[in-house]
C-alpha cells in the first residue's frame, strides 16, 4: 500500500526573445509517513546571435523515503509474511548535476553541438525494518521491535529479528553508496557539396561508484575527482556523398 501524500510546483520563465533568458523550476513532495522531495531546476540560456545559442542547466534533488526497499530473507518463522523477510529502510538521497550546452552555425554548412553533464548521487540507509504483514504498510523496526537487535560487522549488518525467540539470522550489506558520472558529447557537420555531409562525433563518458559510502561532496565529485575516473571514448566519422544519375 502506498501512503497518501501532497506534490506542489512552481516554475518562472522569461522572454525567450531576448538574448539572455531564464527559467526556474521548485518542486515539493511530502507524504503522511514524513518522507518528502524537493526538487530544484535553474537555466540560463545566451543567444548572442542566430548562430550561437549556450545554456547551463543545473539540478538538485534531495529527500527521504521512510520505506525503501533493501532486501529479502527467507524465514519459515515469518507467518506474516508467507515465510519471507522483506526488509525495508528509510533512505536520504541527494542528487546534483550540472548540464551544459552549445550550438554554433558557423556557415550554412557548417555547425558544432556541445553537450556536458557532470552527476552525483548519494543514499544513505538508516531505520532498518521488514515488512509487518502482507498488504499493509506496517514495519516491525529493527532494535526496537519484537525484543530484535541489529548490529554492524564490518560492512555487514547482523539482524536478530525476533530476538531470543526461534528464528534465522539475517544476514545483509550495508546499502549506503555514492555514485558519480561524466558525459561529453560533441558533433561536427559539415556539408562540403550539396547534398554530401560528413559528421564527425566525440562522445566520452566516465563514472564512478562506491559502496558503503553516502558522504555527498560537490566540491570533490565536481571539482578534484571530476577526471579521475577511467574514460571511455568512441569517436565516429560518418560521411554521405551525393551522386547525382
Known amino acids: 500500500m502506498k501512503p497518501a501524500g501532497w506534490f506542489a510546483s512552481a516554475n518562472l ?31 540560463l540560456t545566451l543567444r ?4 550561437l545559442s549556450l545554456s547551463a542547466t543545473a539540478g538538485y534533488v534531495a529527500g ?5 526497499f533493501v532486501t529479502k530473507a527467507r524465514d519459515s518463522t515469518a507467518t506474516a509474511t508467507l515465510g ?3 526488509v ?25 553541438q556541445l553537450y556536458a553533464q557532470p552527476f552525483a548521487f548519494a543514499g544513505d540507509y538508516s531505520d532498518f525494518k521488514e515488512l509487518r504483514a502482507r498488504k499493509t504498510f506496517a514495519f516491525n523496526h529493527y532494535g526496537r521491535d519484537n525484543g530484535s537487535t541489529i548490529s554492524r560487522v564490518g560492512n555487514t549488518y547482523v539482524v536478530e529479528p525476533d530476538g531470543a525467540a526461534p528464528g534465522d ?6 546499502p549506503d553508496f555514492r555514485t558519480r558520472a561524466v558525459k561529453v558529447n560533441a558533433v561536427l557537420r559539415w556539408e562540403y557539396r550539396p547534398g554530401s555531409t560528413l559528421f564527425v562525433v566525440w562522445t566520452q563518458s566516465r563514472s ?38
Open 13 to 43: 520563465q522569461t522572454d525567450t526573445r531576448r538574448a539572455l533568458g531564464a527559467y526556474g523550476f521548485v518542486s515539493v513532495q511530502r507524504d503522511e509517513t514524513g518522507g518528502w522531495t524537493v526538487n530544484l531546476i535553474p537555466q
Open 48 to 51: 548572442p546571435s542566430a548562430a
Open 64 to 68: 527521504r523515503a521512510m520505506a525503501q
Open 84 to 86: 519471507t523477510r522483506y
Open 88 to 112: 525495508f529502510a528509510a533512505l536520504a538521497q541527494r542528487q546534483a548535476y550540472v548540464t551544459v550546452r552549445a550550438n554554433a552555425t558557423f556557415s550554412p554548412t557548417l555547425s558544432f
Open 169 to 174: 539470522t539475517l544476514r545483509f550489506r550495508d
Open 208 to 245: 564512478g561508484y562506491m559502496p558503503y559510502d553516502a558522504g555527498f561532496d560537490l566540491e570533490r565529485d565536481f571539482r578534484r575527482e571530476l577526471f579521475r575516473d577511467r574514460p571511455t571514448n568512441v569517436l565516429l566519422v560518418k560521411v554521405n556523398y551525393w551522386m547525382s544519375m
